[in-house]
């Protein structure tokens, strides 16, 4: 649930000995950081953190609030005098050389252990950057074990060959990786051509393991595009992680040939495989598809339910209620009946009070006249 806490930004200097300094990062911890003690929280890295931190920590903070997307780790590293030299390639190899490969060191080396060692993470990491940054980025799909797992390009200014390995590297990934890539009509010309130019070979990759989202902004320039994308593209990395909405609803969980409850198991499955969060089951999601179930009349999804309600909400009348549904509709009133007069004793939950439960099992002595 949402809370009145405000998420914190921490201003730290990290000291680099593949850089030879010190580096300024702005860190913005999760609002319940050091409420929750045992939860911890992906990464997103962002460059050119001096003018990128502030919208992004923003719109990371609000979509969290609703739950769209989980808690993160928000760290931004300040790039404001040294971008070009953070961002440097070989000019006959293409690759980072140089200051660009201390600092592609600097990032893998020693940020993310220190990270790592001073915050509760996750190992699920998504990194973003804009133009010169976000080719830069890129190259960490270049190794065996990329990283990251998430990629936001923001208008790149793509490298050449880039496009190439790229493709090469998405094409044969076996771990899941999110590749998020934008543009604008009005974009600075030679960057928007390239772009479009390697939209449509990312588009022709055939691999369930890359998640590939793209968006080209009406009347948006190089810098405005920004503001739009950094929603688009956390919204869509973390699209399984959002709550169940009225259209997968509609589309989804009332449609015969679906069973609701796999589709809420599979669901929390996949956050906890795709982004190492262990998370309790929203109220809300396990309403939903109960109201799916009484809508479609699979009845016999409602025992299951019921047990996976007592695991998520112990203690709550959720998981009596389900099951006192299960009996009246598979034709055993008694045992519903017990079953609402069990909801005395337990924590209301929703819409379900002390006075709800007992009238239902009130309802059903008089109806069966026990």
């Known amino acids: 649930m949402p809370t009145l806490l405000s998420a914190q930004t921490i201003y730290k200097s990290i000291k680099s000995s593949k850089l030879g300094e010190d580096r300024e990062l702005k ?74 490969a201390d600092f592609f060191e600097f990032i893998g080396m020693e940020l993310m252990p220190f990270l790592d060692n001073n915050y509760r993470t996750v190992p699920f990491r998504v990194v973003m950057g804009h133009d010169f940054t976000a080719n830069f980025i890129n190259y960490y799909l270049l190794k065996e074990n990329p990283l990251f797992q998430g990629y936001i390009n923001l208008s790149p200014d793509l490298a050449p060959e880039m496009q190439e390995r790229i493709v090469t590297s998405l094409s044969k990934t076996e771990t899941p990786i999110w590749y998020y890539l934008t543009t604008s009509s009005d974009d600075i010309s030679n960057l928007k051509d390239k772009i479009l130019s390697f939209d449509a070979k990312l588009k022709n990759i055939d691999n369930k393991k890359l998640h590939y989202n793209f968006d080209n902004f009406e009347n948006a320039s190089h810098y405005t595009l920004v503001g739009s994308a950094i929603p688009k593209a956390i919204e869509q990395i973390f699209e399984v992680y959002r709550p169940i909405s009225v259209s997968d609803y509609n589309s989804v969980l009332l449609q015969t040939s679906v069973s609701s409850y796999d589709y809420l198991v599979e669901k929390y499955e996949n956050i906890q495989t795709l982004y190492a969060i262990n998370k309790t089951i929203r109220l809300n999601d396990m309403m939903a598809v109960y109201k799916a179930m009484e809508k479609t009349q699979k009845w016999e999804e409602l025992e299951k339910l019921a047990k996976l309600a007592e695991k998520n909400y112990p203690g709550t009348m959720l998981a009596s209620f389900f099951e006192a549904r299960y009996d009246e509709e598979t034709g055993n009133p008694k045992r519903a009946m017990r079953n609402y007069q069990k909801g005395y004793g337990q924590q209301p939950i929703s819409f379900l009070t002390v006075d709800y439960m007992l009238d239902k099992a009130e309802q059903i002595k008089k109806d069966f006249g026990y």
């Open 27 to 100: 860190i913005q911890l999760p609002r319940n950081y050091e409420k929750n003690k045992e939860k911890a929280y992906p990464i997103l890295i962002v460059l050119d953190g001096d003018y990128l931190f502030e919208p992004v920590a923003g719109n990371v903070d609000y979509y969290s609030y609703w739950e769209d997307i989980p808690e993160m780790i928000v760290v931004g590293i300040n790039q404001q005098n040294t971008r070009n030299s953070d961002a440097f390639y070989n000019d006959k190899t293409f690759l980072p050389a140089e200051t660009g």
